[in-house]
Every structure is written in structure tokens, then in C-alpha cells.
T-cell receptor, first 114, second 115 residues
Framework: AQSVAQPEDQVNVAEGNPLTVKCTYS??????LFWYVQYPNRGLQFLLK??????LVKGSYGFEAEFNKSQTSFHLKKPSALVSDSALYFC????????????FGTGTRLLVSP | EAGVAQSPRYKIIEKRQSVAFWCNPI?????LYWYQQILGQGPKLLIQ????????DSQLPKDRFSAERLKGVDSTLKIQPAKLEDSAVYLC?????????????FGPGTRLTVL
């Protein structure tokens, strides 16, 4: 069964600094990987996805993620953090076969200080 | 384009009572999902519909949870009777096609507190 791990409960970064939110995955087939963001009292919003192709995926709000097959990782990055990026970030993975469901990690809270 | 709508936004009930949540997906989206998000955890899929048929309900506690999507559009999730451990946010999502490529669009969720 597929799974994802987000090893950090919280990431703290100063505004203007680069940020990285880590994610590792486990699937039996080819992985389809997603990042979602959740703001307080709101549903999850899609940021970006990796299906195939370039290992560096660009998404919404200046975020990008790097797919690394050998390390089974899909870390979320942004060159310059904003205070408004403070939120809960979820990595998710879906196996390539059939009706495989989307499996989410436990989430990482990003706190960007002014 | 309107997003996924859910109601109510908040619900407080006593254990052993019943409760129902409603979801209206984005127009034209054939696939609808219900997730349970317990505090401190990621969302967990409860049930997935393709049009009005169920394609995955393997993690739905069928002794107390039920869901339907009668006309292939909006959906209702019911819990009867509720337990303390059902306290969570219930998220509805929809996507435009079956299959792994398309992102899911989430509603704001219903926060359920069982006392």
C-alpha cells in the first residue's frame, strides 16, 4: 500500500528566506505526487503535482517541488518565503493502478516570521 | 466557477445521536470524495463515488456510516449513531475525471464535535 511521510511537524523560517517542506513516499508502482495547502477553517487547496517528466515541478504561489526517485522524496520548496505562506501543508501520493486512492501525510505546519 | 459547497460548517451532537452532512461538488465533476480529517492527521478517504456509483468504500465504517449520491451530483454522508471518536472535520472533494492525474478540489469541510 502506498504511504507518505512528512518528518517535520513544524518548519519555521524567516520571511524572505528559502523554505523546504520535506516529504518521502512509498508506492509499488509509479508515483503520482501532490502537494496541498490548508489555511485555517478552509479546505485543502491544490499547489502542484508530479505525474511524469521533469523532476522539478512548478506550482501555484511561487512554490515548486523536486521529485527524486532514488531518494523517494518530493520536497516542497520556495525561494523566498512570505508571512502569508504560513499554513498547514500536506503531501499526498497515489499509486498508478486502477482506483488507487490519494493517501495524505500527517501535515507540516509552516510558520513564516516577519 | 463555484467551488465545492458543504453544509453545515459546524455541528455539535451528543454521542449516539445521528448527523448528516451535505456536499455539492463543482458542476460537471463526475468523481466525488468524502474524507475524514482527525485533528493532527491528514485526511483519510472514506468513500469515493464515480457519478452515482461507489468505487471505493474500503475505509468507511459501514456499521455506522453511510453515504449516497443518488443523481450523480450532490451527496450526503450520514453517521448513526455517532461515537466520540467521530469528532473530526469531514471534507468533501470532487475531480473532473476518474484516474490519478487530476487534482481534487476540496470544500471548506464540516467540523463535527461529538460530546
Amino acid at each position: 500500500a502506498q504511504s507518505v511521510a512528512q518528518p517535520e511537524d513544524q518548519v519555521n523560517v524567516a520571511e524572505g528566506n528559502p523554505l523546504t517542506v520535506k516529504c518521502t513516499y512509498s508506492v509499488s508502482g509509479n508515483p503520482y505526487l501532490f502537494w496541498y495547502v490548508q489555511y485555517p477553517n478552509r479546505g485543502l487547496q491544490f499547489l502542484l503535482k508530479y505525474i511524469t517528466g521533469d523532476n522539478l515541478v512548478k506550482g501555484s504561489y511561487g512554490f515548486e517541488a523536486e521529485f527524486n526517485k532514488s531518494q523517494t522524496s518530493f520536497h516542497l520548496k520556495k525561494p523566498s518565503a512570505l508571512v502569508s505562506d504560513s499554513a498547514l501543508y500536506f503531501c499526498a501520493v497515489r499509486d498508478s493502478g486502477g482506483f488507487q486512492k490519494l493517501v495524505f501525510g500527517t501535515g507540516t505546519r509552516l510558520l513564516v516570521s516577519p | 466557477e463555484a467551488g465545492v459547497a458543504q453544509s453545515p460548517r459546524y455541528k455539535i451532537i451528543e454521542k449516539r445521536q445521528s448527523v448528516a452532512f451535505w456536499c455539492n461538488p463543482i458542476s460537471g465533476h463526475a468523481t466525488l470524495y468524502w474524507y475524514q480529517q482527525i485533528l493532527g492527521q491528514g485526511p483519510k478517504l472514506l468513500i469515493q463515488f464515480q457519478n452515482n456509483g461507489v468505487v471505493d468504500d474500503s475505509q468507511l465504517p459501514k456499521d455506522r456510516f453511510s453515504a449516497e449520491r443518488l443523481k450523480g451530483v450532490d451527496s450526503t454522508l450520514k453517521i448513526q449513531p455517532a461515537k466520540l471518536e467521530d469528532s473530526a472535520v469531514y471534507l468533501c472533494a470532487s475531480s473532473s475525471q476518474r484516474g490519478p492525474y487530476n487534482e481534487q478540489f476540496f470544500g471548506p469541510g464540516t467540523r463535527l464535535t461529538v460530546l
